[in-house]
C-alpha cells in the first residue's frame, strides 16, 4: 500500500454562502466515512486562510520569522487528506469522490519509498 496526499486547491477569496458551506460540511463528512469504512483513510484536516501563515527561514544569522503566506497566491492549499492504497488509480477515484464533495480540484501526490 502506498500513501497518498489528497490536497483541496482552494480559490483565493473563495467563499461559501451558509446554505452551500453546509452541504459541502455533509457531503465531505460522507466521503470520509467512506473512507473510513473501506479502512484507506489515515487523515485528514482543514487548513486555515493563507494570512495566518508563518513563514520560518534558516539562514546565516539564525531563524527568521515573517508573517503571511511565502508567495502571492491564486489558489491554496485549503486542506488535506492523507490515504493508504493499492495504487494512483484507487487513490485518483477517492479524489474524484473529495472533488465532487467539495467543488475543488483536489492534487494527488504519492508519498515517497525510502526502503526499509
Given at each position: 500500500m502506498t500513501?497518498?496526499?489528497?490536497?483541496?486547491i482552494t480559490p483565493a477569496g473563495r467563499t461559501?454562502?451558509?446554505?452551500r458551506l453546509q452541504h459541502v460540511?455533509?457531503?465531505?463528512?460522507?466521503?470520509?466515512?467512506?473512507?473510513?469504512?473501506?479502512?484507506?483513510?489515515?487523515?485528514a484536516m482543514p487548513l486555515a486562510d493563507p494570512s495566518t501563515?508563518?513563514?520560518?527561514?534558516?539562514?546565516?544569522?539564525?531563524?527568521?520569522?515573517?508573517?503571511?503566506?511565502?508567495a502571492e497566491l491564486k489558489e491554496y492549499i485549503?486542506?488535506?487528506?492523507?490515504?493508504?492504497?493499492?495504487?494512483l488509480d484507487t487513490a485518483t477515484e477517492w479524489a474524484g469522490r473529495v472533488a465532487q464533495a467539495t467543488g475543488l480540484?483536489?492534487?494527488?501526490?504519492?508519498a515517497p519509498s525510502f526502503g526499509g
Open positions: 500513501q497518498y496526499l489528497l490536497s483541496n461559501l454562502d451558509p446554505e460540511i455533509a457531503e465531505v463528512t460522507e466521503v470520509t466515512r467512506q473512507m473510513q469504512s473501506a479502512g484507506v483513510w489515515v487523515f501563515a508563518t513563514v520560518v527561514t534558516a539562514g546565516e544569522q539564525g531563524i527568521a520569522l515573517a508573517d503571511g503566506p511565502f485549503g486542506g488535506i487528506t492523507v490515504i493508504d492504497v493499492p495504487d480540484a483536489i492534487e494527488v501526490r504519492p
